[in-house]
Structures are given as C-alpha cells and as structure tokens.
C-alpha cells in the first residue's frame, strides 16, 4: 500500500504534455512513500505511448488497449481495476478537462477522498499534504487527508520527466463493461479557426475583463492599429461573444508567444497565463498591483487603462 | 422533463485582504451568485422556455444569508428553491467534494431530475468535482465542461459539446438521467427583470436540514481537512512605470522602439 498510480493524457494520437509531468510528481510522492511509481496508458496505440513513456523513474508501465478516444466510462472502469489489482496508495491524475471528467467517478466509486487541481503534494507515508489555491490564486492552502486518495495535478506546475527508464511494460486485461459506458464520443471539432492567427502575432494587444462593456472594445481596437498588432483577449470577452474564439489566449483557446504581449485590464487567472506566459515581454496594465498578471509581467502600469490606452494610441498615431 | 440546477453562493475577495487562521477575515469578503451556475440556470430556463422542461428546481447548500443570492435564479425563471442548512454546517471552514456529495444526493434522490446541470467550478474554492461525484453516486451518465447542449433531449439522449484544451471541442452524446457540469460562455445570461424580482419573493424556498434529508451529521466533516491559508510569495520582478498615463504610455513607446516592433 505504497505505490503511487498515476494516469497518462492523450488526445488524437499524441500524448499531453501533463502525462510526463505526471511522472515527476508521481515520482517525488513514490520517493516519500517508499514504493513503485506505476504509470497507466489507456485507449489509443497504448504500445507506442508505452514506449514513448519509459522515462526516468517510472517502475512500471500499464497499458490498456480498449477504446481509441477517451471515454470516461472506459477510464473510470479501467482505472478502478487498476486500483484494485494494484492497490496503491495514491492515485494521481491530470487535472485537465478529461480528468475531471473521470477522476472524481473513480473516487466516488473506490469510497476515496479527492483533492483536485493541486500545485504541489507531499507525503509522510500517512497523511497526504496538498497545496491548492483558492479565490483565483489570490491565496494558497494546505489541505491534509489520512490514507489513501485520488490527487488530481495542475498542468505545467511539475517539470517534465527526461531521459529513458527501464520500466517493465505490461498490458493489463481490462474488463470493460460495454452496457455501462453511457455516453459517446462522436468525434472533435476545432473551433478557434478564422482569418486570424493571433499565434502568428509579433505584438498582440490583449483585452481582459477590465474593459467592462462591448462599446469599449474599439479602444483597443484603436491601439492595435496604431501599433500595428493584432488584438486578442481572455476568457470573459470571448464568453460575452464581444470577439470571436480565434481571439481567445488561454488554455481552452490559443498559446501565443509574441515578441510583446500587452495585457490590458488582465488580472491573469491560470488558465490565461498558462495560453501566455511564453511571450518575450510581457506588458501589464492593470489597475490592481496584486494581480496575478504581475507575477509574470516584466513592465506595469497601475493605471486606468481607460487614460492609457488612448495616450498610448496618439503616441504612435 | 425536470432539472435541477445546483448553485452556490460563492465568496469574493478585495484587492487586499487579511487572512485570520485558515479564512480570509469576514470585512475583505463579497458574495456573488457563481459564475459558472449563472450560465447553468441560464441553460436550464431556456430548456424551460422552449417548452422541453416542465419544472427548474435549484439546490444549495448555504445559511439563511445566502437567500438573496439564491433568489437571482428564482427572478431569472427557476420556479422553486430548496436550501439546505444546519447547525452542524456552521463554522465548517472546508465542506470537501465527499461532504457536498452527500448531502446533495439525497436532494436528487427526493426530486428524481431527469438532468442536473452544475458549474463546472465555484469561483472561490474550484474543486470542480461535485458534479461528476453525484453522477456516480447516484448512477446517472455524466459530462464534465460542457459548452454547447442541444435541446432536443426527446430520445432519452443528451448531444453536447465539451470543450477541451486548445481550442477543440468534443462532440458527445449522454445518456439522460444525467449530470452536465457547464462552462461559462455556453449562453449569455440574463439580467433578472424587475418582475422576475418581484416574483421570485412569492416562489417557494424550502429550506431543509440534514435531518431533514436523512444525511448523518458526521458527513460533513469530509476527509480533507484545511490546515493553512497564505498569500502566495511573488515571483514578481516586474518594472512599474509610474507617472501620468502619458509619461507611462511614452515607456511603453520606448520600449516598443527598442524591441524594434514599433511600426
């Protein structure tokens, strides 16, 4: 009752970036239980990702071949079984989309506890600590739990796993119950195309939440023109249909990496960051100097962004 | 057709705050209606105005002073409300996802929806789990992060779109019962009109204790227990530019010449 289990991600053929990083934090937690890191591959050419997963640290590799997609009956049902022939101690999963689509039903149905979207975890080998955020990263909590439990990581929070393993890979015969799998994937659509790709940008001009209304979206609209950028946006302006979803920066939308990112009225929730932090330079402007936009903004301005945009506009008009 | 839309009176945070133990003191702290469960009671009532839902029925679990928040989805076309509150709730510093799914399957269990929709997170807390949690529980098929529902839910089926990572969406169909935690942006909620206001005082709000729903007090108190609150240390080395939005604006000038991307 000392391994760790953890859950691999992938879509469409290729492997998520979180499932390496699944592997360091499934290691450190292995470290300090004292027992195997056991990593599981289910749905999809499982061979070829088994392979490509024998990184350094991992024990042992399972693969389950049932399904092409993910189907989240077909991964709880897997991940139970796993659970139960394995019998480890944690059970660690992506906090992605998918992830939350299954890990919480594998939870409830071994009787569990859940931590979920957790940016760092240890262990004593009795009581797991979980380090999570509340209220939009404004603070950071600790969180205690006795036994064992299913832990659900944040993306990009855990380095990538490197160099290869010696892993034994074994495939592991699910039983998957084909009359409780109760929905279906009928296929995928890619939704942020157009004429734009704000991934191409030099320079983008971003506009968050702080805009308020529509009506003040030609401000910034006015700025790019100026500077000769292109205008993308967070989450909420795409939501309010104030600009298309090819516009959208985040983890549901585009990665960007411009030269210059300019965020203006951003306060920088994870998601966004996570489609943003890449870019050269970044620029914040934002009224709030505890945003979390700071922390990664390398040029502030604690300002109206309603003074400085135009400013900035006649600067170059 | 019922629904049952879970909502929550989530709690804001001012710019600058003081932690007192393990919660942010009370005078630093707003409440709002969450964010997610707007765009869910939003969903629910169209399905109500397009004549595929009889009846939207809202649950939450919350102190009397969370009445007025709950009354917003009651003024927007929800037509009843149950809140469920008790002694032993009070001062519960963290209700983990074990806790809210206990008490909430037996609310379901009562009603017996044909479909729950949920947020897909709270705005303060964001476990995210609760609704998938109840879906196994209670043996209803389940989606997680769903933006689009198509409402024609006639052959017992549910099309949806979930929206996964990078701009790409998964086209899914779910069998009814079930649980649909929704995504923001899936429909523009509406503003409460002030005879929805008016209205909503005369819907019925039933409030129930844990006795009431045959819930043991010990379920509460969870498995996960919250033992700090602290303000991340920043990692910020960031330049602030001070001065009149001009002198700022001509930094940003400078620098915009210097990284050779001015036009």
Known sequence: MSDVLAITDHRRGELRDVSYEIITAGRELADETGGDLHLAVISGTVDDFAEKLDREGVDAIHTVSDGEEFNHGVYTQATTQLYDELAPQYVLIPNSVNGLDYAPAVANGLDLPIVTDVVGVETDGETLTATREMYGGKVETTNDLEGPAVVTIRSAEWPQAEGTGDASIESFDADIDEDDLGSTVNGFEEVAGGDVDISEADVLVSVGRGIEEEDNIPIIEELADALDATVSSSRPIVDNGWLPKNRQVGQSGKVVTPDVYIAIGISGAVQHVAGMKGSDTIVAINTDPNAPIMDIADYAIHDDLFDVVPALTEEFQ | ?263
Not at chain 2, 40 to 47: F, P
Not at chain 2, 165 to 175: I, K, P, R, S, Y
């Open chain 2, 1 to 263: 057709m019922k629904i049952l839309v879970t909502v929550k009176e989530v709690a804001t945070v001012e710019d600058e705050f003081e932690i007192e133990g393990t919660a942010i003191a009370d005078q630093y702290l707003g409440e709002d209606l969450n964010e997610w469960d707007d765009y869910a009671i939003e969903e629910a009532v169209q399905l109500q105005e397009n004549g595929v839902a009889d009846e939207v029925v809202t649950v939450t679990i919350g102190p009397e002073d969370c009445e007025q928040t709950i009354r917003q989805a009651l003024a927007k076309g929800a037509d009843r409300a149950i809140r469920v509150w008790d002694d032993a709730l009070e001062g519960v510093d963290l209700l983990d996802v074990g806790a809210k799914r206990s008490i909430l399957q037996e609310v379901i269990a009562a009603e017996d929806p044909d479909l729950v929709l949920t947020g897909v997170q709270s705005g303060d807390d964001s476990w995210g789990a609760t609704g998938v949690s109840l879906a196994e529980e209670l043996d209803y098929e389940w989606a997680a992060v769903v933006n689009h529902l198509e409402h024609d839910l006639d052959d017992g089926i549910a099309a949806v779109r979930r929206e996964l990572e990078g701009g790409v969406e998964e086209l899914t169909d779910v069998e009814l019962p079930a649980v649909l935690s929704i995504q923001t942006g899936i429909n523009e909620p509406r503003y409460a009109s002030l005879r929805g206001i008016r209205q909503a005082q005369r819907k019925p709000l039933d409030v129930q204790t844990l006795g009431d729903l045959g819930v043991d007090e010990s379920a509460v108190e969870g498995a996960v227990t919250l033992t700090d609150m602290y303000e991340p240390e920043s990692e910020s080395d960031v330049t602030v530019w001070e001065g009149s939005a001009d002198e700022t604006a001509s930094e940003l000038g400078e620098l915009l010449r210097d990284k050779g991307v001015a036009p």
